[in-house]
């Protein structure tokens, strides 16, 4: 059976897998991840198979397994298994033949279905496994089995079914073995706890079986299943439905978090539940997702209807991952659908997945701000231990304060033996100016004037301050340089004067002395809120005397702004033949890292992505230039890179090329690679689908404070529909080729904007000749 | 593909499986299970299944996962796994069809050998795995895959190999995921350390391939890996060849025992083995074996072959677990062949297994006896911790100093769902007069006076004082008695004067007054030495006072010694029904535990083990009398029951009923019942098989420190050959239904035994007409 991932358009909705493959266990795991915000959990099948990865993680309930390991999302005891016993044998798809076999999300409402005729021996039975985490009752995840026995003599089945506190995280352990127990007779219940956060979980498990059977309790070790056996008559149909739900002690929407409370309130909410079927609960979940499919939704008219899915995928997965309800959580670089990067948060969020929510949800967006305000204090710790004052934010971030919790040691050198040390957490330093763009952006999008005074400034003059603190002096060529870092393209690491790097520091800095002036002529209290931080009239001169004076790389004769001081210096190498493929494997069969890192060879969008984000800095030509010299030389080797390179070279009037881009992107998680997606959907790229449909091809973006709309389609368009919220007020665009039709309930205030460089002012409607 | 064992008279030395079955992969883990006494592994399959218990084992190097959990063997990561892609898909038996499958543990030499030949698709292969932990090199353990196309075509082949750490004791992780290496670029080392008794691990693996192939080194979270790729031509036979070997910081082997030197001399025993063969390694292990099998031999001419395997059977299993090395540990309840009582020692120890190492082995048995004299600590402290005086010896042991490590908590309750309290630490008390009797055993059967004046007394005295402690005084009856105990029957806990305490206790006791006129008499130094530490004249003044008042139940009117207080009113079932069956289980379907409890129905042998332990105290009359009443209500629903009732019926002339119990005692492992040794093999109940053969049939006994011989043949035997030390001297046994031969060199000392209460001495041979 291939296992390849199946689209339709005829079902707009669906991801589907048609045929099933156990060395590919991986891709629907994580492509079809189910989530609400609160919890995530890769869509394992319910039998086990080897290679498997079953994971369910609860947003912000970060451990660490011991001092030499970094904190991440553990992995909850699983709660989707079946063990299934027909006739006394272990049923598997590895045994016996498989007809019918589909596997599908339903990204309206994060419905997973899976549905097959199994034939073993003289036995048939149709199987349809059902299965979903509440958009609505975040707690609660339902899962149901429906058997069918297509044969004409009666089968013998055995479910095991309940809670298993046996997985870990590759190994690492995060929980204790808990109290466990049946509560009321029929609510099975564990109580792990995180072995050095001390989060209490609560986990409680119902069974509804649609006919009587005899039942056997059973606890291992982690562990509490009940045993079902019944007989199933030919012809008969049964349902085996499960209702699983998690509480932590670190819940917001609970008031008392003792365990005694924590339990009751489990137990309660499945008893209150106890009267709704299956699909009352699903169609609960399924009204909660309908939504967010209202607010702004998106509709491309295009010869090529996965587009349209792509932008489903993004935005069902962007709302899967979003800790929406708590702004002491941010997103994973893989969301909460896989151990990678162990749940922990980078420039992903700033950089790739913000707009979305700036533009779209700014209620969530603030929660992700936010929570870059609460990590102030890590960030403060992280530029205190390496020497520099203000706030360094760290490049991976778990609990706010935490601060830097980027590992430091990685794999082993196979020639050495040596472990190898990973720099990211030291010197990837564009994170700090990363954040601070991030921030500013969000503030220019939302309006949010009581963000920005109470918390958005103070980040910014934060920022700054580090910036300042970090630069060195270089006495021979008489200005600031920032030595030894690890720009946005990571093959290049202990780099001088990373263009990104200087230019978003320069950024950081002068828009700081910017807002010290405005501050002090427009809003005393906050001055002087801020000058008790931060002695403002001193940072001021501080920051003017070295942003004046930090290097900024110049464009070279031939008009290259300089990745770094030694990029433009090393080898060359035609990637051509290379690119052709998918990956870059090959690549790196030919050659090693350390080889790589001595030739002009980029990872992802460096200087490019520069001038995407401050277009005002660079002129066209120039930019050209740049995507012409560097995209050649870049392997894409990172999910963060093609959605920079579609936008910037839609932007360049280069559309079949922005397009070719937007199909590469689109299909980092939804493509035919089967093994890409196996640590987890790429949260970025996801939110660089977004941004690719609506700052790209829409061409809305945020430039210097303004807002500027210029759309751009593809040859392939023919419509896009879409919309955003600016300033509280929500606008509707309306894209054709040759047209844009912007409209915004006319009840609110007016909204200016940009377009090829002349100002519009939208009350109502405004249509824009393309 | 049936999988139940197979046996067969032509391979005297092989237990064999015939076919596979998923469901019933602990059975051969455990009882195919290897080791050399230094580290025990379990034999799960090369390629891995759902349902599999991986497990290796480091005798002694106990940890607790955290102050919840009791300390354990923490399971070892995995050296064996092999994953073998066959054309890019993953080998598993449950894909295609599998002819020829064998998979046996020569008992000889401890070589497993799996082969079969693998249909998939247009692929036809032929396997065969080889496996062994080397008993000449502890550290040392091998395999080999040998590989043959029997196809016309090339097939390719990958195989991923190497050590991996993601595995765990049931959920709980006792390894810090320590650094990893390839050294001198050819093994693998990996170097875990368990989290609380930081015990550093070296593991370390050297690949041999008979042809090259393309090899690329893959690190993951806790694994190293080696990715062997090649083509298998038509009809080429390849072989593949994994070393692998673990040391530790608490090896008594080593005298550096940095972590710079453990690497060096890890890689150094594999680089000193480098050019001998697989075949070689093995001769050399091969012929380690054939010593242990030198020493002693047993024959039994039996119309059952089976009866002569069994021996093998267990005596393979006793010096696979015994850690022969290190008199700090001990044998635990499953030995290393699982996680089963998580690898700590019981009375199992002395009452079931030193009774062979005392006989056949005394330098093992002293380590075994030495452990003890090293927990009087830790024995001490549980005496305090319990209010009482002297050496209380732990129900369940790990580390010598440890003390009491039986676990506290036990499963949740079905109906309250509130965890059950394990009574065994707390009150199962005869271990201490276990203990007392094996110490006893191995001095009478040895005549080591060096142990017996510099540990063995001390421990004597000790653990009297401690029954001294215990006894409360009952002012009503003016006698001293034994309150809220669990004897050897668990099923009844919390009762009074539990027959085989009282007495066990009252022999310790009264011994320890013996000791302490002898020492004082003929032994002046060690009397001084010791009434230091006790105040020898006050303790015997107590033993005196009290071991003449204790409370010793005696007969009934119909000559029924009360298993406790309350036995003999409790309600009678006819258990003839259950019996039948194999298991109880059959019992607990119809009654639950507290049911049970409060009916006349015993576990395991209790008065009756009583009876056999010190068989002077008792007459014919009586023990048949309590043979009749307790035997038709004990489920043997222990495997420590049938060996005790095999041996007792034996001595009581019901040689048929004493076959009979052999028979099922040797199949607790080797028996047809799948399932029960999942856990891992029954080490007291293999002890056991060579106590029904040497001490039952072959009436080998040592009582009240006189040795006594007096042998009945069951009928199906025509010849029983055995030998045993005692008092340094080597005796050889031929038993014939009407004739016992003794033989002994004549050079050393000339040995007085009993024999139908007739002494007898043996300077070089004596015959007896039985």
New interface residues.
Partial sequence: MPALMNYNKEKPWVIEQKGFE??YLGKTESVMALGNGYLGTRSSEEE????EKRDTFVAGTFNN??E??VTELPNVPDMWALEILING??F?L??GSVTNYSKQLNLKNGLLTRSFIWTFKDIQLQFKFLRFVSMARKHLMASQLTLNNLTQKTINIQIKSGIN????N????HF??G?????N?KFI?MMPRT?HSNIQFIQTVHHLLSKSATER?E??????FMNYNFILNSEEIISFEKRASIYTSIDNDLKDKSLTALRQTAVAELQNIDKKDFDELLAESTNTWQKIWDKHPITIQSKNFKDQLAIRFAKYHLHAMVPAHDEHMNIGAKGLSGEGYKGHAFWDTEIFMLPYFNFTHPDIAKNLVTYRYLGLDGAHKKAISNGYRGAQYPWEAAKPADGEVTPIWG?????????TKIWSGFIEQHITSDVAFGIKQYIDVTGDDDFEEEKGDEILLDTAQFWASRLEYNSKQNYYEIDNVIGPDEYKEHVNNNSYTNYTAHWNMTYAIQLIEHLKKNKSPIYKKLNKKFNLVKLKEELEEKSTKIFLPQPTKAGIIPQDDSYLNKKLLDLTKYKEKDGVDSLFHDYNLEQVNQMQITKQADVLLLMLLFEGLFDKELKLKNFDYYEPKTTHDSSLSLSTHAILSADLGKLDKSYDFFNKAINIDMGEYMKSSDAGIHAASLGGIWQMIVMGFGGVRMIDSKLRIEPHLPKDWQHLDYGFDYHGESIHAEVEPDKLTLIKADDGQSITFLHNGKEYTLQNTVTITL
């Fill in positions: 156990q060395q086990s198979y080897i290679g397994f011991d030499n390991e044998e272990l598997s590895s045994q506190g046996q997985v870990s590759e190994g690492s352990q204790t073995d109290e466990k127990g049946l509560m007779g219940q072995t309790p606890t291992e070790r982690r562990a509490f794999a082993a050198d196979i020639v050495t033996g040596q472990a």
